[in-house]
């Protein structure tokens, strides 16, 4: 049989993942990406001297890399280091309050008990058993299934769990309230709530089902030795040794289509090249507006600005940390949450007083802290990146909302200007086509909503997708599951 050749655009986490799977399965792959480097949102900035992580940080569900790189017949640990991280991530409040959470049941319970007492340290308990229950039912029935439909869900949840935890998936109320039944200290309904964030949604419309959050970081979270960035690189190299081609800073422009079937590519410089399949790892919303051509465009459904996840302000900075003991992970949350997401949702502006994130990429298991720290500042913000642009004054007037909140925590980040390299939802809509600034496709708002997302399978025969706007969702072990199910997909279908 003469060997299959697939097309993927796109080199982020849903990308590589789909390439390594696609060439240990025998076919001949080609991965074009318009980027200098692959990772996609897993990259670095360059600020002055220092590579700081402009992208995720965060990195949980290890399983999910560890067996891609089992299945490709090699280790992950022979590649690449993950650090334990002993902490989750260290929380501030304005108005006072320090809580570090952690990958361990009884010390993260201890831990909340002493920061707001007895009923709020059981209220953590009963989360807890919720969120695994949730994770149970919905690991098999839901992430790695190929597209579930609400229907599916519940038949096989019955056939494999007990009805209660059929019922612990109720996905109602929202994270807000439900947390609210948990907690009567607000901040660690904050602290919960922002879970919903993950997938770049409010805590206020998200389903209860996504507190399962909380129980994947229990489970364990990592840091890579060396960066994020690290795996994206790992994985580009596993995919170039079983065989990728991969192509940078190459642009694709088209999905050719013949006879209602997607045939090929043609690349900005007007190349076209042909193959059996496609596979597109961009947003979907890029296909959907016409950015891979007008035959492609209804191969997915086209989505209202509205309904798109988050965007953020990022600050790469190499600085200066003083007042506060950072841990790796820091979030400094202000008293008024519900305004803050309504601020973003509704109004669609940037909160004067956000929660911000801070990456002290220099602290934790490995730090190696230098005089100068590289520090990933980040606040959310609507996804108005296509119609909005901020002048540098508005963006540091953003970044100077941001640190103050920082002060008012205790925290002082000191920088020189030239030192500080911001991102905003523009720069975030130009980098990643279609999505208008957001970071995590469409938000989770609303109960059906996860049901709604793109399988891999796409309406156009021969097109197929992965990546964080698709099922099972946003996150980079999450977009790594959608790769693997848009090669086992193609697989199934040309083979
Ligand atoms: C600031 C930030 C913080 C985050 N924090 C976390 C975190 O802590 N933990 C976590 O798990 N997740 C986090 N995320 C989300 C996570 O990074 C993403 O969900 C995940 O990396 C997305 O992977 P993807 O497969 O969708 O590909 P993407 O990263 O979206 O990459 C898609 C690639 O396709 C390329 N492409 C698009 N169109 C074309 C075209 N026409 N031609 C050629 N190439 C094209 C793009 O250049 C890009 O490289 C964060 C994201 C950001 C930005």
């Known amino acids: ?18 390439s390594i799977d696609l060439a240990r399965a025998g076919v001949r792959v080609t991965l074009l990406e318009r980027a200098a480097t692959p990772g996609g949102k897993m990259h670095t900035r360059e600020v002055d001297d220092l590579s700081v992580d402009g992208g995720p940080t965060v990195l949980t569900m290890r399983s999910v890399f560890e067996q891609l790189f089992e299945d490709a017949g090699t280790s992950l640990s022979d590649s690449l280091t993950l650090l334990d991280s002993p902490v989750i991530a260290r929380h501030a409040w304005s108005d006072g309050g320090l809580l570090d959470l952690f990958p361990d049941r009884e010390r993260s319970r201890h831990s909340i008990e002493q920061f707001a007492g007895s009923d709020n340290a059981a209220g953590f308990d009963r989360l807890y058993t919720q969120s695994e229950k949730i994770h149970r039912a919905l690991s098999s029935t839901f992430m790695e299934a190929t597209k579930p439909s609400p229907l599916t869900l519940v038949g096989r949840v019955l056939r ?13 109320p929202d994270l807000w309230r439900a947390l609210g039944g948990f907690f009567s200290d607000e901040r660690l309904q904050q602290l919960f709530g922002r879970y919903a964030t993950y997938v770049g949604s409010s805590p206020l419309s ?18 890579v030795d060396g960066g994020m960035h690290r795996l994206a690189r790992t994985m580009a190299d596993l995919g170039q040794q079983l065989g990728v081609d991969l192509h940078l800073n190459t642009h694709v422009s088209e999905v050719l289509v013949k006879n209602r079937k997607a045939v090929g590519v043609r690349l900005d410089d007007g190349t076209a090249l042909t193959a059996d399949a496609v596979v597109f790892n961009g947003d979907t919303q890029a296909i959907a507006t016409g950015q891979l051509g007008e035959s492609a465009s209804s191969a997915v459904t086209l989505r209202p600005n509205r309904q798109r996840a988050l965007s953020a302000f990022t600050w790469c900075i190499k600085g200066q940390a003083s007042g506060f003991d950072l841990d790796h992970h820091n979030v400094f949350f202000e008293s008024n949450y519900p305004s803050e997401f309504n601020t973003i949702f509704e109004t669609r502006q940037v909160p004067s007083k956000p929660t911000v994130y801070v990456c002290a990429q220099d602290r934790g298991p490995a730090g190696n802290r230098n005089k100068a720290e590289r520090f990933l500042m980040l606040v959310n913000a609507p996804a108005n990146g296509d119609n909005r642009t901020w002048s540098t004054d508005e963006v540091n007037h953003i970044r100077d909302n941001a640190l103050a909140v920082l002060d008012r925590c205790g925290l002082t980040l000191s920088f020189r ?16 086509p279609g999505s208008g600034g957001s970071l995590y ?19 156009l025969k021969g097109l197929y997708l992965s990546g964080g706007s698709v099922h099972p969702g946003p996150g980079v072990p999450m977009a790594t599951l959608s790769g693997r199910l848009a090669a086992r997909t193609l697989l199934s279908d040309i083979i």
């Open 1 to 18: 049989m003469t060997q299959r050749h697939v097309i993927i655009i796109g080199a982020g986490a849903g990308g590589l993942s789909a």
């Open 160 to 172: 494999e769990h007990p009805l209660s935890s059929l019922l612990a998936t109720r996905p109602s």
């Open 206 to 223: 998200t389903p209860a089902t996504l507190m399962l959050i909380a129980h994947v970081e229990l489970d364990g979270v990592w840091l």
């Open 417 to 432: 200007d030239e030192e500080c390299v911001a991102t905003t939802p523009t720069d975030w809509h130009s980098r990643f």
């Open 441 to 459: 496709g469409s938000a989770s708002h609303g109960l059906w909503s996860s049901f709604t997302r793109s399988g891999a399978r796409s309406r």
